[in-house]
C-alpha cells in the first residue's frame, strides 16, 4: 500500500526542504506531475495531506461509488506499457479499483520515494527577492520551491451543512466524502442520508439492503440513469488494447474526453419515434441521454423533451406515486446539474424499509440525540450519513492561504468568483499552476484527459523556461481578463447556468455565483492552449534568471537546471 511505503524525507539538518517544485496533492494529476517532473530533470516533492495516494480516491470509499467513465478511458495514456499491463474489470470501475490503480501507478514508477504523506499545506507565500514559493505545512514546517503546482482536485473540500445540534447526536455521523477506511456496519441500523447528488444516489441502494430503515432527506431531486454496469469480457478488452492508441487520440480531441456517440442533429430533426427509440436505447446502454441531440444543452424546448423522458422512467419504475411525484420535481434542466450513474436507486424507492422526505417543503431545523427534526416530524436515527458534496473546484485551493506579488491574496482576488487565465495560472501568482483548476474543463471532462494534457504543458514551460534561462513566469491581466470573459461567453450559450448548480458554486452559502468550468470542450481547449504556447505563450510574461550572485536557494536551482539540460 502507498500509506507504507511512502516516505518523508528530510533535508541535511535544516528544517526547510529546498524544491524545484512542490507539487499538492498525491491524486492523479499530482502522481502524474511528478513523473513528468523527474523525466525533465526537475527536483520534485508532493506533499499529501492524506496517509495513502489517491486523491479523491483516496477519501471517497462510500458504498456503492461507481465513475460515471468507462474504466477503459478513465486511466493514463502515458504510458502504453501501464494501458497494456492493467486489467479493468468492469465497465465502469468502482472506487476500489481506481485507487488500486493509482497505488499501482506510484509503486510502479517508484513514486513513492518523493510524496510525503500525511502532511497537509496550511499557505503558500511568494518570495519576490528569491523568486520562489515557500510552501508553509501544517506541522510548522516550510518548503521552499522555484515552482508549485496545485493539485489538490476539484472535489476535495468536503462540505457538511449547518444544521443546529449535530454535535449533540449520540449516533455515529459519516460523510460520504470522509469515508471511513473500514466498512461500516448497517445490519439492524436506522440510517438517515442528507443529500440527493452522485454519493446520495449511489449510497441509498447499498444501504438499504441491510439496514433496518433508511430515510433520505431530499432538497432537490436529481437526474439519475441506471448505469448498466457489467463484467468487462476478455474479447472487449483485448479489443481495446489492440486500439489504445487511436482511442486515446479520439479522446483527447473530442468535446468531453469520452468516446460515446456524437450528436449529430437537433432533437427538432427526429420524429417522436426516432426521439423515443434512441432515448430508450441510451438507457438501456447506460449512456448519458444528455448527448442524443445537439441542442439538449442550449434549447430549453429540446431540454424538456429529455427531462420528460426520464421522468416518465422514474414514474414507470417507482410504484408509489407520491414518491414518484417527489423523485421527479427537478426544477432545472436536465444536465445542468451533474447527471448520475446510478444501480437500482430507483428501485430501492419500491423496499419498505426506505422512506423519503421532502426537506423543500418540511426543512431540516434542527438535529438532536436521537436523529433529525424537520418542521413536520422527528426521525430517529443510529447513522446519520451527509451526502453533501464538496466546495468544488475552488475550496481546496482558497482553504489555503496563497499570498502571490505585493500581498495579494488569492482568496481576495477571488472574492468575486475565480478568475485564472486557461483555467492553469492567476495573474500576480508567478510560477504557481493549477491543475484542472477554474476556467478550464475539469468536471465538465473525463477528468483524466484533462490532467494529462494540463500536466503536459506545465511540463513543456518548465522545460522551456530551463533551455530559456527564464526564472519566472506569470500570466498577465489583460489575457486573464480576456479569458474569463470567454468562459462566461461560452456558458451563456447554454442552459448550465440556470441552474443553482455546484458548478455554480450554488451549494455552498456565500460563495459567488459563478459557472466555473470551461464549456468549448477538450479538443478545443487543447487547440487554444496549443496555439497559446505556438505564439511565443501568449498572454504570459518571463523574468529571465538573474544575472547577479545568485543567493544559496537560487544557486541550488541554477545547479540543478544545469544538470538537467545535459
Same mark, same amino acid.
Given at each position: 500500500?502507498?500509506?507504507?511505503?511512502?516516505?518523508?524525507?528530510?533535508?541535511?539538518?535544516?528544517?526547510?526542504?529546498? +524544491?524545484?517544485?512542490?507539487?499538492?496533492?498525491?491524486?492523479?494529476?499530482?502522481?502524474?506531475?511528478?513523473?513528468?517532473?523527474? *523525466?525533465?530533470?526537475?527536483?520534485?516533492?508532493?506533499?499529501?495531506?492524506?496517509?495513502?495516494?489517491?486523491?479523491?480516491?483516496?477519501?471517497?470509499?462510500?458504498?456503492?461509488?461507481?465513475?460515471?467513465?468507462? #474504466?477503459?478511458?478513465?486511466?493514463?495514456?502515458?504510458?502504453?506499457?501501464? *494501458?497494456?499491463?492493467?486489467?479493468?474489470?468492469?465497465?465502469?470501475?468502482?472506487?476500489?479499483?481506481?485507487?488500486?490503480?493509482?497505488?499501482? &501507478?506510484?509503486?510502479?514508477?517508484?513514486?513513492?520515494? %518523493?510524496?510525503?504523506?500525511?502532511?497537509?499545506?496550511?499557505?503558500? @507565500?511568494?518570495? !519576490?527577492?528569491?523568486?520562489?514559493?515557500?510552501?508553509?505545512?501544517?506541522?510548522?514546517?516550510?518548503?521552499?520551491?522555484?515552482?508549485?503546482?496545485?493539485?489538490?482536485?476539484?472535489?476535495?473540500?468536503?462540505?457538511?451543512?449547518?444544521?443546529?445540534?449535530?454535535?449533540?447526536?449520540?449516533?455515529?455521523?459519516?460523510?460520504? /466524502?470522509?469515508?471511513?477506511?473500514?466498512?461500516? $456496519?448497517?445490519?439492524?441500523?436506522?440510517?438517515?442520508?442528507?443529500?440527493? /447528488?452522485?454519493?446520495? &444516489?449511489?449510497?441509498?441502494?447499498?444501504?438499504? @439492503?441491510?439496514?433496518?430503515?433508511?430515510?433520505?432527506?431530499?432538497?432537490?431531486?436529481?437526474?439519475?440513469?441506471?448505469?448498466?454496469?457489467?463484467?468487462?469480457?476478455?474479447?472487449?478488452?483485448?479489443?481495446?488494447?489492440?486500439?489504445?492508441?487511436?482511442?486515446?487520440?479520439?479522446?483527447?480531441?473530442?468535446?468531453?474526453?469520452?468516446?460515446?456517440?456524437?450528436? *449529430?442533429?437537433? &432533437?427538432?430533426?427526429?420524429?417522436? *419515434?426516432?426521439?423515443?427509440?434512441?432515448?430508450?436505447?441510451?438507457?438501456?446502454?447506460?449512456?448519458?441521454?444528455?448527448?442524443?441531440?445537439? $441542442?439538449?444543452?442550449?434549447?430549453?424546448?429540446?431540454?424538456?423533451?429529455?427531462?420528460?423522458?426520464?421522468?416518465? +422512467?422514474?414514474?414507470?419504475?417507482?410504484?408509489?406515486?407520491?414518491?414518484?411525484?417527489?423523485?421527479?420535481?427537478? $426544477?432545472?434542466?436536465?444536465?445542468?446539474?451533474?447527471?448520475?450513474?446510478? =444501480?437500482?436507486?430507483?428501485?430501492?424507492?419500491?423496499? $419498505?424499509?426506505?422512506?423519503?422526505?421532502? &426537506?423543500?417543503?418540511?426543512?431540516?431545523? #434542527?438535529?438532536?440525540?436521537?436523529?433529525?427534526?424537520?418542521?413536520?416530524?422527528?426521525?430517529?436515527?443510529?447513522?446519520?450519513?451527509?451526502?453533501?458534496?464538496? %466546495?468544488?473546484?475552488?475550496?481546496?485551493?482558497?482553504?489555503?492561504?496563497?499570498?502571490?506579488?505585493? /500581498?495579494?491574496?488569492?482568496?481576495?482576488?477571488?472574492?468575486?468568483?475565480?478568475? =485564472?487565465?486557461?483555467?492553469?495560472?492567476? !495573474?500576480?501568482?508567478?510560477?504557481?499552476?493549477?491543475?484542472?483548476?477554474?476556467?478550464?474543463?475539469?468536471?465538465?471532462?473525463?477528468?483524466?484527459?484533462?490532467?494529462? @494534457?494540463?500536466?503536459?504543458?506545465?511540463?513543456?514551460?518548465?522545460?522551456?523556461?530551463?533551455?530559456?534561462?527564464?526564472?519566472?513566469?506569470?500570466?498577465?491581466?489583460?489575457?486573464?481578463?480576456?479569458?474569463?470573459?470567454?468562459?462566461?461567453?461560452?456558458?451563456?450559450?447554454?442552459?448550465?447556468?440556470?441552474?443553482?448548480?455546484?458548478?455554480?458554486?450554488?451549494?455552498?452559502?456565500?460563495?459567488?455565483?459563478?459557472?466555473?468550468?470551461?464549456?468549448?470542450?477538450?479538443?478545443?481547449?487543447?487547440?487554444?492552449?496549443?496555439?497559446?504556447?505556438?505564439?511565443?505563450?501568449?498572454?504570459?510574461?518571463?523574468?529571465?534568471?538573474?544575472?547577479?550572485?545568485?543567493?544559496?536557494?537560487?544557486?541550488?536551482?541554477?545547479?540543478?537546471?544545469?544538470?538537467?539540460?545535459?
Amino acid at each position: 500500500m502507498a500509506s507504507s511505503t511512502a516516505t518523508r524525507d528530510a533535508p541535511d539538518g535544516d528544517s526547510a526542504l529546498v +524544491k524545484d517544485l512542490v507539487i499538492v496533492g498525491a491524486g492523479p494529476a499530482g502522481l502524474y506531475q511528478l513523473y513528468k517532473a523527474r *523525466e525533465i530533470g526537475l527536483d520534485a516533492v508532493v506533499v499529501e495531506r492524506g496517509g495513502g495516494v489517491g486523491g479523491t480516491w483516496y477519501w471517497n470509499r462510500y458504498p456503492g461509488l461507481v465513475v460515471d467513465a468507462p #474504466s477503459f478511458d478513465y486511466s493514463y495514456s502515458f504510458s502504453p506499457e501501464l *494501458e497494456q499491463e492493467w486489467e479493468w474489470s468492469t465497465w465502469y470501475p468502482s472506487q476500489p479499483e481506481v485507487l488500486s490503480y493509482l497505488e499501482h &501507478v506510484a509503486e510502479r514508477f517508484d513514486l513513492l520515494k %518523493d510524496i510525503r504523506l500525511n502532511t497537509a499545506v496550511v499557505g503558500a @507565500q511568494w518570495q !519576490a527577492d528569491e523568486g520562489r514559493w515557500v510552501v508553509e505545512l501544517a506541522d510548522g514546517g516550510t518548503i521552499s520551491t522555484r515552482f508549485c503546482v496545485m493539485a489538490t482536485g476539484c472535489l476535495s473540500e468536503p462540505r457538511a451543512p449547518e444544521i443546529d445540534g449535530v454535535d449533540t447526536f449520540a449516533g455515529r455521523v459519516l460523510h460520504t /466524502g470522509t469515508w471511513p477506511h473500514e466498512a461500516v $456496519d448497517f445490519v439492524g441500523k436506522r440510517v438517515g442520508i442528507v443529500g440527493t /447528488g452522485s454519493s446520495g &444516489v449511489q449510497t441509498l441502494p447499498v444501504v438499504a @439492503q441491510t439496514a433496518a430503515s433508511v430515510t433520505l432527506f431530499q432538497r432537490t431531486p436529481g437526474f439519475s440513469v441506471p448505469a448498466r454496469n457489467r463484467p468487462l469480457t476478455e474479447e472487449e478488452t483485448a479489443e481495446v488494447k489492440a486500439t489504445y492508441r487511436a482511442r486515446r487520440e479520439q479522446t483527447r480531441h473530442s468535446p468531453g474526453g469520452l468516446l460515446f456517440p456524437p450528436a *449529430e442533429k437537433s &432533437v427538432f430533426e427526429a420524429t417522436p *419515434e426516432e426521439r423515443q427509440a434512441r432515448f430508450e436505447r441510451y438507457w438501456e446502454l447506460g449512456w448519458p441521454v444528455t448527448l442524443t441531440y445537439t $441542442d439538449v444543452s442550449t434549447d430549453k424546448a429540446a431540454n424538456d423533451i429529455v427531462a420528460d423522458f426520464v421522468r416518465s +422512467k422514474i414514474r414507470e419504475i417507482v410504484q408509489d406515486p407520491e414518491r414518484a411525484d417527489l423523485l421527479t420535481r427537478q $426544477d432545472y434542466p436536465i444536465g445542468t446539474k451533474r447527471i448520475i450513474l446510478d =444501480t437500482n436507486y430507483y428501485d430501492t424507492f419500491n423496499r $419498505d424499509n426506505v422512506d423519503l422526505v421532502d &426537506v423543500r417543503t418540511t426543512p431540516i431545523v #434542527s438535529i438532536d440525540r436521537d436523529g433529525v427534526n424537520t418542521t413536520d416530524a422527528h426521525y430517529d436515527v443510529d447513522i446519520l450519513i451527509f451526502a453533501t458534496g464538496f %466546495d468544488a473546484i475552488t475550496g481546496a485551493l482558497l482553504a489555503m492561504d496563497i499570498v502571490g506579488e505585493q /500581498g495579494v491574496r488569492l482568496r481576495d482576488e477571488w472574492a468575486a468568483g475565480p478568475r =485564472t487565465y486557461l483555467g492553469l495560472s492567476v !495573474a500576480h501568482f508567478p510560477n504557481l499552476f493549477l491543475a484542472t483548476g477554474p476556467g478550464s474543463p475539469s468536471v465538465i471532462s473525463n477528468v483524466f484527459v484533462s490532467i494529462e @494534457q494540463h500536466i503536459e504543458w506545465f511540463s513543456d514551460l518548465f522545460a522551456h523556461m530551463r533551455d530559456h534561462n527564464l526564472a519566472t513566469v506569470v500570466a498577465t491581466v489583460d489575457a486573464q481578463d480576456d479569458w474569463v470573459s470567454t468562459v462566461n461567453a461560452v456558458a451563456a450559450r447554454t442552459l448550465y447556468p440556470t441552474a443553482a448548480s455546484w458548478y455554480m458554486g450554488a451549494n455552498v452559502p456565500g460563495k459567488p455565483r459563478v459557472f466555473m468550468p470551461f464549456l468549448g470542450g477538450v479538443g478545443n481547449y487543447r487547440k487554444i492552449c496549443d496555439e497559446v504556447v505556438t505564439d511565443g505563450y501568449r498572454g504570459f510574461v518571463f523574468e529571465p534568471l538573474d544575472a547577479q550572485v545568485p543567493d544559496e536557494a537560487t544557486a541550488r536551482v541554477a545547479d540543478a537546471t544545469t544538470a538537467a539540460a545535459r
